[in-house]
């Protein structure tokens, strides 16, 4: 590492406090590889948009990162078709995969909402995260009875009395 590197200065920085400046213990080490020979990938969740996309890209070869992925969670109904293109062509350069999520899915997966017996709506995703967004949408048009299930499926996968439909192991 040169000393403008990012990395060696918060090395120095670290030593210069009184603490280490590196894994106390080497990394485990395996001999798997992907078909790449890569040793690991590197994913960056939620790039919501063209600019996004090319902060990101910029700063992962400033930096020396290898990004393999980037994903967007919005869902590509809040893009146009403009910025699709963009960030599609801006990755495809780059070398890098891109993930766009077909969201909103209201009824069929992951920030579906359903009406509760109480007759609330319950809005629910994979973390509870992405229903917030449904939640504030509901809340702008008027719906204010709303209902967050904070779990979501994260919190009901855990629980193996509840039904779930399971792929191959």
Same mark, same amino acid.
């Not at 994260?154 to 509840?162: E, I």
């Given at each position: 590492?040169?000393?403008? /590197? ?29 078909? /790449? ?18 902060? !990101? ?18 869902? !590509? ?43 609330? !709506? ?48």
């Amino acid at each position: 590492m040169s000393d403008t /590197d990012p990395r060696r200065r918060t090395a120095d920085l670290l030593a210069a406090l009184g603490l280490p400046d590196r894994d106390r213990e080497a990394s485990a080490t395996s001999a798997l590889r992907f078909p /790449d020979g890569a040793h690991y990938r590197v994913e960056i969740p939620s790039v919501e948009g063209p600019r996004c996309v090319e902060a !990101v890209l910029g700063e992962a070869a400033r930096l020396g990162v290898p990004v393999t992925r980037i994903s967007q969670g919005t869902g !590509v109904g809040l893009l146009t078709d403009g910025e699709i293109a963009d960030m599609v062509s801006m990755t495809a350069a780059a070398g890098v995969e891109l993930s766009l999520f077909a969201r909103p899915s209201a009824g069929w997966d992951a920030s579906a909402m359903s009406r509760a017996p109480a007759g609330a !709506v319950v809005a629910y995703c994979g973390s509870g995260v992405t229903a917030c967004h449904d939640l504030l949408a509901l809340a702008l048009a008027g719906r204010e009875d709303a209902l967050l299930y904070e779990g979501s499926w994260s919190d009901w996968a855990k629980d193996r009395s509840l039904p779930a439909a399971l792929g191959p192991a």
